[in-house]
């Protein structure tokens, strides 16, 4: 079946209706109507904007998410700031929907750290007045000091003087103690 092509008188409204989806937390249908928009006018900026955004409201965690298209979007943006704030959200989407899904903290440390480092890099070049990159940056970085820190034995410093690190027998060592 051969889709229906929008006019380009009627981008704007469309674009507004893709919005009024993201916000009624129906990124299906916003995800539809900017490929539409994409498809008369393949360079619109806020359609690929939103296009985006839309992919990464449906981020559940699992293998099935959408993040390499979603970042491919993204970097097709054209002013750098965009670019970078972007990709930062969808660093910091794919985080927390890691952490939804039951990912160790740890696992998503690393993610979150790519969001803030986006971020910064947006913040350098931000427009006058826009601090919306600092707003994430410290949204990812109150998300971080939230993460329970893995317990290491192996680090400097992590016993009290005298301790030793508590041994626990290995396979090979417990299966040749069960041979003697």
């Given at each position: ?40 006018d ?130 090979v ?8």
């Amino acid at each position: 079946m051969e889709l229906k092509s929008i006019s380009h008188a009627g981008i704007h409204a469309a674009i507004a209706k893709a919005e009024r989806y993201r916000f009624l937390n129906e990124p299906e249908e916003a995800e539809s109507i900017c490929r539409d928009i994409l498809a008369v006018d393949p360079g619109h900026q806020s359609a690929q904007r939103i296009l985006g955004l839309a992919i990464t409201d449906q981020f559940s965690g699992g293998v099935k998410d959408r993040f390499n298209e979603a970042a491919s979007v993204f970097n097709s943006l054209e002013d750098s700031y965009s670019r970078f704030y972007y990709t930062g959200i969808l660093h910091e989407r794919h985080a927390k929907a890691q952490l939804r899904a039951g990912r160790p903290p740890h696992a998503v440390a690393a993610e979150l750290e790519e969001a803030m480092n986006c971020f910064q890099k947006a913040e350098q070049i931000r427009p006058t007045g826009n601090d919306e990159a600092i707003l994430r940056w410290n949204r990812c970085a109150r998300l971080l000091q939230t993460l329970p820190q893995p317990v290491t034995h192996d680090e400097p410093g992590a016993f009290e003087s005298g301790d030793t690190a508590p041994h626990t027998p290995s396979r090979v060592h417990t299966r040749a103690a069960r041979g003697r």
